[in-house]
């Protein structure tokens, strides 16, 4: 199986897989957001905890293929640091790109990530009195 992988996807998406980045819940996290995909059976999560409009931490629990594992922990990667503002310009192609590109089958992961980040947001900004 890992032979085949290692076939379809290049070696940063294989790294984000196997050692993926911020793994698990943020306790008390100020946003917490889901996307799924139906058809393919992927399932995720963010949660976020921010501080005067920055998002100090930022964790990821999915249930999927390598691919929307690889995806999850990288948005998560993009968007530590950054301003809320700054984290919803992060685009599915941009989370595609980082990882160094996806298989065509495999872009609705990334889709994923991006639709995770936006809902954990729009919960943050429910949450805080914002406007969404």
Not at 9 to 34: L, S
Not at 121 to 126: A, C, L, Q, T, V
């Amino acid at each position: 199986m890992e032979a085949a992988a290692c076939r379809i996807y290049n070696e940063k998406v294989m790294d984000h897989f196997r050692n993926p980045r911020n793994v698990g819940e943020v306790e008390n996290a100020d946003g917490i957001g889901q996307a799924g995909n139906p058809v393919c059976g992927d399932i995720m999560e963010l949660s976020l905890k921010v501080e005067e409009g920055v998002i100090k931490d930022v964790k990821f629990k999915t249930f999927g293929c390598g691919a929307a594992i690889a995806t999850s922990s990288m948005v998560t990667e993009l968007v530590k640091g950054k301003t809320v503002d700054e984290a919803l310009e992060v685009s599915n192609k941009a989370v595609a790109d980082a990882l160094g590109g996806l298989p065509p089958v495999k872009m609705h992961c990334s889709v994923l990530a991006e639709e995770a980040l936006k809902a954990a947001i729009d919960d943050y900004r429910r949450k805080s009195g914002q406007t969404a």
